[in-house]
């Protein structure tokens, strides 16, 4: 962990607490890109707020699990059996 990091991620949420001059309005969710002295902050700061995931650093890490982990070896597809890209089970895999 960056030295002073997690002070300064409870200092941007302190002042945003400050900006917004209501508890009505107090964050609810925090979307982090799963950094963990952010979500140790915001649980510090925004007691009361779920902390969610980032949808888009989620297929990210899924993408790239994808292209190192589900590889299609020749030999796994059968001589009547069409071929089978890597590409396509990837695309298969992010549309699920």
Not at 5 to 33: H, Q
Not at 56 to 80: G, M, Q, W
């Amino acid at each position: 962990m960056a030295v002073g990091k997690e002070e300064n991620f409870v200092w941007v949420l302190e002042t945003m607490l400050k900006l917004l001059n209501s508890k009505s309005n107090m964050s609810k969710v925090v979307v982090t890109d799963r950094d963990a002295t952010l979500m140790n902050a915001a649980a510090t700061v925004l007691p009361k707020s779920s902390g969610v995931l980032c949808y888009f650093h989620v297929c990210k890490n899924v993408r790239a699990k994808c292209i190192t982990d589900c590889r299609v070896k020749p030999n796994d597809v059968k001589k009547d059996e069409k071929e089978v890209k890597q590409s396509d089970v990837r695309k298969k895999i992010m549309r699920a």
